[in-house]
């Protein structure tokens, strides 16, 4: 069922709003629970070596290079 | 001292983007620059302080990977973290596919955001700040 004739909201906003909320709960238990793994901790293990940072460093360039610059 | 400096200009950097029309040269050349100075200071600041060869840090991917019943709860979270970003990527690229109204692409949602001069700044400060956290973040500090 479509919200957006009442909301504005159409059916993608509804998916990314979906998908908000699940990392916001993945967040919150990482906070809670010290054994469950954060995104920090993700971010981190890609940190540990070259090859893992330079893919980050590219991603993080590509999507600067795309949200600041080429986005009308 | 240090820390604050590096603060004042990351925020007055992040207005002036910010404020810049988004299309001028100016607001162009910023990111650019931004871009191969962190690629640059990466380098600078990673000769000999990463924490682990690329060879050792695979092998040690893989055998926890292969192992993933030995900490069931720390790989469960993994799997959330990657299905998460699998979600993200393909709703993405789903959306970006049908180039419909209906159908946002996440660029597009974050537009919603950086059409404002504010707004702009906000999300260039985050980028910023991440930006230093993958340059800077688990290195060693040992000789």
Known sequence: MSLAPLTGVVLGDQVWIAIAIAAALGLAASQRWRRITSPWGVLRWFLQSWAGRAFVLVAWSIAGWHLFCQRP | ???????????????????????????????????????????????????????????????????????????????????????????????????????????????????YPLGRAGVFALWLALGAVIVLAERRTDP
């Open chain 2, 1 to 115: 001292m240090k820390r604050a400096l590096a603060v004042g200009v990351a925020v007055a950097l992040s207005l002036l983007e910010g404020f810049w029309p988004q299309q001028s040269a100016a607001a162009h050349w910023s990111v650019g620059a931004v871009i191969v100075l962190a690629l640059l200071a990466a380098v600078l600041a990673g000769r000999g302080h990463q924490r682990s060869s690329t060879r050792n840090w695979a092998r040690s991917s893989r055998r926890a990977v292969s192992h993933w019943w030995a900490h069931p709860i720390r790989s469960g979270s993994v799997a959330l973290w990657v299905l998460v970003l699998a979600a993200t990527a393909g709703w993405d690229a789903y959306s970006f596919s049908h180039q419909s109204d209906r159908l946002p692409t996440l660029s597009r949602v974050i537009g919603g955001i950086t059409r």
